[in-house]
């Protein structure tokens, strides 16, 4: 008995991850494919607000895959494929080229503000980054577009040399830099001094229970302490109440991006967003 059901359990384990290898190998080739005729990928842009004054700053670009088959596939998991093979080179050439595009239709709307872009860990290891992104803004991006990368925790202490040196570079090529997600990894508040940073994101984990939790308020409080001390500007992620939005007003944080202000809009929602409708 007891080893029929250990069988069954083998085989639904066994079964469990074949689906998972093939499913892996299907979107691996499905995504190919994606970004060969570019028509199921799409660019979203999630409105960035100064705390302060609620007025419209800057915006950071998500991507979207809405697959035929299973339909919406979140970033997290179609990037972690691509970073898997080559495809992620050509899908970030692709998210910037699509982002390029949509500042110049900004800019024609009179739209003038900061765009904030993605870069996961292997195109930051990437050695032909700096000179990559350098030509993409000279050649892409409007003149004087003002652009923000945001880079994670992991992506900073693979190697920590190798990350400042090319952070310099980025910093010299005319890039913000933004570390993403703080908070969630496992650096120490003091270690991010050493990277020549412009703003920290607080990842979302900490503000949503902020209001009820004192600690996250206590942490919120000293994040946005050690940022203006290390004259950094700070961001918090995922502000989807007045009351967040209040509290994080109250600990001096220069920026907010949240559900309460607006989810992720196409571009053309995002030239109509209204920041105080
Ligand atoms: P991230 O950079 O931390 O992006 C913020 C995520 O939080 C986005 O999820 C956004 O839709 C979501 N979000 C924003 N406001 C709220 C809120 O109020 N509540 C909640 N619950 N969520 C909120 P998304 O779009 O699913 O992206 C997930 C992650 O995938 C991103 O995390 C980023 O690491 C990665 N990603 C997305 N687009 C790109 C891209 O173009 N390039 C790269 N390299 N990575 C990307
Ligand atoms: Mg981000
Ligand atoms: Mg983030
Ligand atoms: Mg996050």
Redesign the pocket.
């Known amino acids: 008995n007891e080893c029929h059901s250990l069988e069954k359990t083998f085989t639904i384990y066994s079964q469990s991850l074949k689906d998972k290898l093939i499913a892996k190998s299907d979107l691996e080739s499905d995504l190919r494919h994606a970004l060969s005729t570019g028509k199921q990928l799409s660019m979203v842009y999630?409105p960035i607000l100064n705390t302060k004054t609620g007025a419209l700053v800057a915006c950071?670009?998500?991507?979207r895959w809405q697959h035929p088959v299973r339909g919406y596939v979140?970033?997290?998991e179609f990037?972690a494929i691509a970073e898997q093979s080559a495809l992620i080179n050509l899908l970030s050439r692709w998210?910037i080229a699509k982002v390029a595009e949509d500042c110049h239709r900004l800019v024609e709307n009179n739209i003038r503000i900061r765009m904030s872009i993605?870069?996961?860990r292997k195109?930051f290891s990437d050695a032909h980054l700096v000179k990559r992104l350098s030509q993409e803004k000279m050649t892409l991006f409007p003149a004087d577009q003002e652009i923000n990368l945001?880079i994670t925790e992991s992506a900073l202490f693979q190697n920590t040399q190798y990350a400042i040196s090319l952070m310099h570079k980025l910093k010299t090529a005319g890039f913000d830099l933004s570390l993403?997600?703080f908070g969630t990894g496992y650096s120490s508040l003091a270690s991010i001094q050493q990277f020549p940073l412009d703003n920290v994101k607080i990842d979302?984990a900490f503000i949503c229970n902020c209001v009820e939790n004192p600690r996250d308020g206590l942490f919120l409080q000293t994040m946005s302490d050690l940022a203006h001390h290390l004259n950094l500007t700070i961001t918090a992620?995922?502000?989807?109440s007045s009351e967040q939005w209040q509290l994080v007003s109250d600990k001096g944080i220069d920026y907010i991006?949240?559900?309460l202000i607006s989810m992720?809009l196409p571009i053309e929602k995002f030239i109509e967003f209204d920041p105080a409708p």
């Open positions: 999630q950071e670009a998500l991507v979140s970033p997290n990037i998210i993605n870069l996961s195109q945001e993403d997600d979302r992620e995922g502000v989807e991006q949240g559900y992720p």
